[in-house]
């Protein structure tokens, strides 16, 4: 959704608000805008469609100044144009507003400020707090923005620069997340670290309802009542050349190829000498782990699929009543959750509203949380009792894929490490599953290896309209990413079923070369698959089986076959889920789409 910079120094601010924008574009928007400060005047440009429209728009124009504020937009108030894209301004030009949330008040706010006379030019929520700034400054923005923040109801970060204020941008949150750039003479606010990362790796997370004074020489924290706040900083570990394409035509394709090495960084350092895992980060005593009656693992998207194959990994494991849910739903339903139960809040981001909002309640409900999440000093990391990071590195495409991978393994992890604690596998077991899972990486490598066909298959597969993909047990949530990757990339009609529902309705939609994948790595169902696999057949589907290296027993009804390293089958979504990521860009790229960033699609949902 939005991604929002500000910036104040010594640099020519365009420059660094443009490749802030350009970092932030990942996270999905349709129009972007500049508001720069120089000589007592801002100079604002703003253009609807992608930066580079913005960039031809500002062409040659000359907009020098150190002080400048910037903004992709993801429409939510009024359609993507021009008159919409932010900075939004006051009547007099005076000030320019950046805003990613929504105002849920605005139209009160908007009445009220019509009345005394504003005059709005866009239909954005965002505008009402420029024309506020417009009639409270009294010479004092930061005490401006913080007497209008206790008037706005939503979500909101605001990141604003008033003309009469040349060393001051006034930034502030709620329910969004905001961070701090902490440089050399120079300093920064962002969506996400990504923002000033090729500046500054010092960092500090901005709290709910805080405001922030960026200025040249540092940066002043208050709360809305303009007491001061200190906080402490972190040093991001990622680099530039980590979120750059590295040689790669697309993000995704590039982080496809860093799953190996992503899988080793979520595995680093948690498995002791003896064999067996060390999880300090789950904040939680052997005690506690017994005292575990009940697990929830909430996510959204392939977050959630995540969470499903958790829900296998732990049940069998650490014999634990586990249920995965979409977190959109988790808190209407009046879950019965308390004090001993585990909510497990997954989130590549740590940003997505509704799994945000799912954690909230369950801590409301005095459940313990622990977020698996990508994304250090995070909202959900922040508000959840303990993280468990994933390590995946920054993640850009919109479409996840390392960021699953790791996923999965932390659940593996979790789910080995309460059946550990609490002896529900005895500890030459547990040193068996963690040795299996070192060995993961190296056999995602193999299937890396391994993608002629599956480029060949996208070729054959790319006027499709419809696709049915199937699976069993850990399978199934394979299905349902596979199908998620082929929708959001391809725009093509996917759907991911458990193999074996689709006698129940699903099988009707089985027509002479409709495309059916399944997934049939070697396992104890895989009887029951193959009889699947026949059934589709029998109706005039056209088969593609993922299977087994050497396992024969699908080569009579699969029309094309991908293979994979055999492992056990529990941790196969490692392996299976990597020619449909491949198999869902290549087909993208072949019908000409944005690989990286689909329609429609934010990389990080943080509106509910
Ligand atoms: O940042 P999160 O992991 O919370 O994001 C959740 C979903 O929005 C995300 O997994 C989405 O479904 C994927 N980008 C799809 O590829």
Redesign the pocket.
């Known amino acids: 959704m939005c991604g929002i910079v500000g910036y104040v120094g010594e640099q020519q601010a365009l420059e660094v608000v443009l490749g802030g924008l350009r970092r932030l574009e990942y996270r999905g928007y349709d129009s972007a805008g500049v508001a720069i400060l120089h000589g007592g005047r801002l100079q604002v440009e703003r253009k609807a469609g992608k930066l580079s429209n913005l960039e031809k728009e500002i062409g040659e124009k000359s907009l020098p100044g150190t002080l400048g504020i910037g903004h992709t937009r993801w429409a939510t108030h009024g359609p993507p144009t021009d008159r919409n894209a932010h900075p939004q301004v006051d009547c007099a030009g005076k000030v320019a507003v950046v805003h990613n949330g929504t105002i849920e008040n605005f139209e009160v706010l908007v009445r009220g400020l019509e009345d005394r006379g504003h005059t709005r030019t866009s239909d954005t929520d965002t505008e009402v707090v420029a024309h506020l700034v417009e009639e409270r400054y009294d010479g004092d923005l930061a005490a401006t923005v913080r007497s209008i923040c206790q008037d706005l109801e939503g979500s909101f970060v605001l990141v604003i620069a008033h003309q009469d204020e040349p060393d001051l941008v006034v930034a502030a949150r709620r329910n969004l997340p905001l961070v701090i750039g902490l440089g050399e003479g120079e300093n920064f606010v962002g969506s996400d670290v990504t923002a000033f990362i090729a500046h500054t790796r010092e960092a500090r997370a901005v709290e709910q309802d805080q405001v922030v004074e960026v200025r040249r020489s540092g940066v002043t924290v208050t709360d809305l009542e303009g007491n001061v706040v200190e906080g402490d900083s972190y040093h991001v570990d990622w680099d530039t050349a980590a979120a750059e394409k590295g040689g790669h035509e697309f993000f995704m394709l590039k982080e496809i190829e860093e799953q190996p090495a992503a899988i080793r960084e979520t595995l680093g350092g948690r498995l002791q000498e003896d064999g067996l895992l060390h999880l300090d980060e789950l904040s939680m005593s052997d005690q506690d782990i017994r005292d575990i009656e009940q697990v929830v693992i909430v996510?959204?998207?392939?977050?959630?699929h995540s969470g499903l194959v958790g829900k296998y990994a732990l049940e069998r494991w650490a014999r634990l009543p586990v249920q995965a849910e979409m977190a959109s739903e988790f808190r209407y339903r009046d879950p019965v959750i308390g004090r001993s139960t585990l909510v497990i809040a997954?989130?590549?981001?740590?940003?997505?509203a509704d799994?945000l909002e799912a954690v909230r309640h369950a801590r409301h409900l005095r459940a313990k949380v622990l977020a698996v999440t990508n994304t250090v000093g995070s909202t959900i990391s922040r508000e959840s009792d303990a993280a468990l990071y994933t390590r995946g590195g920054p993640e850009v495409a919109?479409?996840?894929t390392k960021?699953?991978m790791t996923q999965i393994t932390a659940m593996y992890l979790v789910g080995l490490y309460l059946a550990q604690v609490r002896g529900t596998r005895d500890p030459d077991e547990v040193r068996a599953h963690l040795a299996d899972l070192q060995a993961v990486p190296a056999l995602v490598q193999e299937v890396l290896d391994r993608m002629g066909p599956v480029r060949q298959l996208a070729r054959e597969l790319v006027d499709e309209e419809r696709v049915l993909f199937l699976g069993r047990h850990v399978g199934y949530p394979m299905a349902l990413e596979g199908a998620?990757?082929l929708k959001?990339l391809a725009y093509i009609g996917a759907e991911g079923f458990p193999a074996g529902e689709i006698k129940h309705g699903p099988i009707a939609l089985v027509e002479q070369g409709t495309p059916v994948i399944v997934i049939a790595p070697r396992h104890a169902l895989q009887a029951k698959l193959v009889n699947n696999v026949q059934e589709v057949r029998a109706r005039g589907a056209r088969t593609i089986v993922i299977a087994t290296d050497g396992d024969e027993s699908v080569t009579p009804y699969a029309d094309t076959i991908i293979r994979i390293p055999d492992t056990k089958s529990l941790l196969t979504p490692l392996l299976t889920i990597v020619p449909l990521q491949v198999l869902s860009a290549e087909i993208a790229r072949a019908r000409g789409l944005d690989v990286d960033q689909p329609r429609n699609?934010a990389?990080?949902?943080t509106v509910e």
């Open positions: 996510g959204c998207g392939s977050a959630y997954v989130s590549q981001s740590g940003e997505t799994t919109v479409a996840s960021s699953v998620l990757k959001e699609l990389k990080s949902v």
